[in-house]
């Protein structure tokens, strides 16, 4: 007897068949964009390895996010590069510090136009470029970062942030930063939680970016997560969520897919990934030599890192993506 063929291509004929039957959309509001904001220049200085993003100065900053808002962007990851880097980080807390003037500014602007996320690590600030301040054999010092991150925390509360982003992988981050938060006043500031974050030579073009580079060709295998491990990854998770995480983030996204289902089929708050720079540039390099045709690459990119159950996607595409939505 012969065996039935089903026939699959019948709910694929017409594209509003396909439409019709899709189980997973791509849609702006589930996007983050990136920004950097650096301390002391004149104007906006594109991103060699990042092409199409720039260092801005706080003006076309909060231009650049009025322009995201329009587009129907709802949120926004900041990132600061200050003049002047010492061994703790400091300007990470000053007051005055480039983060903290470009979150006010951003508050003024946006109102609550856009969720205001800020991304909360020392390595932007530190001279040696880790995550943390340093041991005296070198490592870094799990429990002194911690309260640095809180005096971080606070003051990007302050300056009107909606969300911190922790993403320095030290062991009691979100405990510590929730605390402090708390007694401080600043309960309604939620937390996103970099929970998942692996070692990874993705970053490299952020490193540029943030003006980041780590003191004697170290890495951070010490105390981001190692690609070889998945079970790790549920455990981190399962703290950060223990200790208060709002949201919990996987990072970086594409090679990384089994771990955000894994993830996202086992906690009850909303799950990130970052689409990390090394993923968009290796799209954009690709493109520019005409080998594949990027604005399909960075959707179909997207939409796996959504079929893959995550809510929201922090991505350098976020503006183009936008545009091409509802250009
Ligand atoms: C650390 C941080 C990094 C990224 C986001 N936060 C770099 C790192 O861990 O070295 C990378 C983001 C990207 O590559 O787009 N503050």
Request: contains cysteine; charged residues 20%.
């Amino acid at each position: 007897m012969r065996v039935p063929v089903r026939r699959m291509r019948r709910l694929r004929s017409t594209a509003a068949m396909r439409r019709m039957v899709a189980d997973t959309t791509l849609s702006v509001d589930d996007l983050v964009a990136p920004l950097f904001v650096r301390e002391g220049i004149e104007r906006a200085a594109e991103i060699p390895s990042i092409p199409g993003h720039f260092q801005h100065t706080v003006g076309s900053l909060v231009a650049e996010a009025e322009r995201l808002a329009g587009l129907g962007v709802p949120a926004l990851v900041l990132f600061g590069v200050p003049e002047v880097k010492d061994p703790e980080g400091s300007r990470a807390w000053d007051a005055a510090g480039i983060v903290q003037v470009a979150l006010a500014e951003l508050r003024q602007a946006l109102g609550n136009r856009m969720v205001v996320i800020a991304d909360l690590c020392l390595d932007e600030f530190t001279s040696h470029g880790h995550c943390g301040v340093l041991a005296r054999d070198g490592s870094v010092d799990n429990d002194s970062t911690l309260e640095l991150y809180q005096r971080v925390a606070v003051s990007q509360a302050v300056a009107g942030a909606d969300v911190v982003a922790p993403s320095g992988m030290m062991d009691g981050q979100v405990a510590a930063i929730r605390e402090a938060l708390d007694s401080a006043g600043h309960s309604e500031v939620a937390i996103l939680a970099y929970a998942a974050k692996y070692a990874s030579a993705l970053y490299g073009p952020f490193r540029d970016a943030a003006d980041v580079t780590i003191a004697g060709g170290g890495d951070r295998c010490g105390y981001q997560m190692d690609p070889r491990s998945r079970r790790q990854a549920l455990a981190e998770v399962g703290l950060d969520v223990a200790e208060g995480a709002d949201m919990v983030m996987v990072k970086p996204a594409l090679a990384y897919l089994d771990i955000v289902a894994a993830v996202s089929s086992a906690v009850d708050v909303p799950v990130a990934a970052y689409h990390v720079s090394g993923e968009y540039s290796m799209i954009k390099a690709a493109a520019e030599r005409g080998w594949i045709d990027g604005a399909a690459v960075g959707i179909e990119h997207l939409t796996a890192i959504k079929r893959a159950g995550a809510d929201l996607v922090l991505t350098y595409l976020a503006g183009e993506v936008a545009e091409a939505i509802h250009g």
